[in-house]
């Protein structure tokens, strides 16, 4: 079961942060489109680090309900990007071809974990196996190591100084890349914490 008080925080966050967003960048405010944004990644962070703190000091939860845990917090975080990438891109006046189309890919990635969760909590065979649960810890590793490669990329070539509309969605790519990272690796690190623990 997910840490309901982290978890409420952390949705919460996500909700200012998008009016936030939102709000600035009609004033085309890019500093705080930029704090916004970064207020939630390190709250979504804080309470994926709490939340498996707990996890790590008692050793009793089972790899599973830590993953349904865990990939909560990696759903939300693709929510908040889905609706911060619609609410400025469809809802204010700064403008980017793509806007709607990542908003969307991430609105359906951010669906696609809430129903793994909902099988996760349901026990399905297919999703709950122990081998199935050791195979998602490492494809988050995985996604996390995807997640900083692109954000080495984006820093690399200029991107976060763009002066084109897509400077909020840089903003957006950052911030919710730099906290999949940080969530991948909590993923990845709780489960070899539990499995090493049971062995």
Request: proline share 2%; charged share 10%; aromatic share 8%.
């Amino acid at each position: 079961m997910t840490s309901q008080r982290e978890f409420t925080i952390s949705v919460m966050a996500a909700i200012i942060s998008v009016v936030a967003m939102m709000v600035a960048a009609s004033s085309l405010n890019r500093d705080i489109v930029a704090l916004a944004a970064a207020a939630f990644a390190t709250i979504v962070m804080a309470s994926t680090l709490i939340s498996n703190a707990k996890i790590w000091r008692t050793g009793t939860t089972s790899p599973i309900d830590a993953l349904q845990t865990t990939t909560c917090f990696t759903a939300l975080v693709y929510a908040w990007a889905a609706a911060a990438m619609l609410a400025i891109y469809l809802g204010t006046s700064v403008r980017w071809q793509h806007g709607w189309q990542y908003g969307t890919i991430f609105a359906v990635i951010a669906l696609a974990h809430a129903y793994y969760i909902r099988m996760l909590a349901a026990r399905v065979p297919s999703v709950s196996a122990s081998s199935a649960v050791a195979r998602a810890a490492q494809l988050a590793l995985l996604q996390g190591t995807a997640a900083v490669l692109a954000l080495t990329w984006m820093i690399s070539i200029g991107k976060l100084s763009t002066p084109k509309g897509d400077w909020a969605a840089n903003t957006i790519f950052v911030a919710g890349g730099v906290a999949i990272a940080v969530i991948s690796a909590v993923i990845y690190r709780t489960h070899r914490h539990l499995t090493r623990q049971s062995t």
